[in-house]
């Protein structure tokens, strides 16, 4: 099982629709989470970083259930430049020592 | 800039040659990552360097892969006799994480070595 898996893409919707992104982590120590964007042929960047009591951030909003160990985004009213690839960042901290984990990103078409 | 910068952005070689890749990190920044993309691909982990701490090399692929980081600044990622499947693009990154107990640990990528064997 991977450490960190994303749904499966592609997601393909009109502009305007609402979208959801679902992650899980396998990791209990787990310490924090992020959501990256990745634009073709580009260098991810950080989106948000994603907190126990959800964030949000304009049309972005961000939810982390530790229990579950489970990750969202949801982008409401959608955009054509919202067209990327999202990525599901988790750091872990053990005895093992620190690792940044990466999901494998699924990707976002907008069409008019 | 104050970013992270990568060299060469573009390099084409010959199987069999070798290549080294460069990562100058933001200043101050003692975490350094790099990771590999090939194309539709999802980011690999390589290696991770963490101040003076020894480095994580589980991600390297072979030994053909080597990395060091001088003076805990910049980085150089070393690819001996390169085959056609080392074809990607490789992403530096750094984070201040460890630098205060605040830090949640973002990661700024370079722009990327996109890397062409024949």
């Known amino acids: 099982r991977k450490e960190v898996e994303q749904d499966p893409g592609p997601f393909n919707v009109p502009e305007g629709a609402t979208v959801a992104f679902n992650c899980t982590y396998s990791?209990?120590?787990?310490?924090?989470f992020f959501w990256y964007r990745q634009d073709c042929r580009k260098e991810p960047k950080l989106l948000m970083s994603?907190?126990?009591s959800g964030n949000e951030d304009g049309r972005f909003t961000a939810q982390l259930n530790r229990a579950s160990q489970y990750i969202s985004l949801l982008i409401r009213d959608s955009k054509l430049s919202d067209s990327a690839t999202y990525l599901c960042?988790?750091?872990?901290?053990?005895?093992?020592?620190?690792?940044?984990?990466f999901g494998a990103g699924t990707r976002l078409f907008v069409k008019a | 800039g104050a970013g992270v910068s990568q060299s060469p952005s573009n390099k084409v070689t010959e199987k069999g040659k070798d290549v080294e890749l460069r990562c100058d990190p933001i200043?101050?920044?003692?975490?350094l990552y790099w990771y590999r993309q090939s194309l539709g691909q999802g980011l690999e982990f390589l290696i991770y360097?963490?101040?003076?701490?020894?480095?994580?090399k589980s991600g390297l692929p072979s030994d053909r892969f080597s990395a060091e980081r001088t003076g805990g600044s910049v980085s150089t990622l070393t690819i001996q006799r390169t085959q056609q499947e080392d074809s990607a693009v490789y992403l530096c990154?750094?984070?201040?994480?460890?630098?205060?107990?605040?830090?949640?640990?973002?990661?700024?990528f370079g722009e990327g070595s996109r890397l062409t064997v024949l």
């Open positions: 360097f963490q101040g003076n701490s020894a480095p994580d």
């Open positions: 990791n209990s120590a787990s310490q924090s």
């Open positions: 960042v988790v750091n872990i901290w053990n005895t093992g020592g620190f690792k940044t984990i």
């Open positions: 990154a750094s984070s201040a994480i460890g630098t205060s107990a605040a830090n949640t640990g973002e990661l700024f």
């Open positions: 994603v907190y126990s």
């Open positions: 200043s101050g920044h003692t975490a």
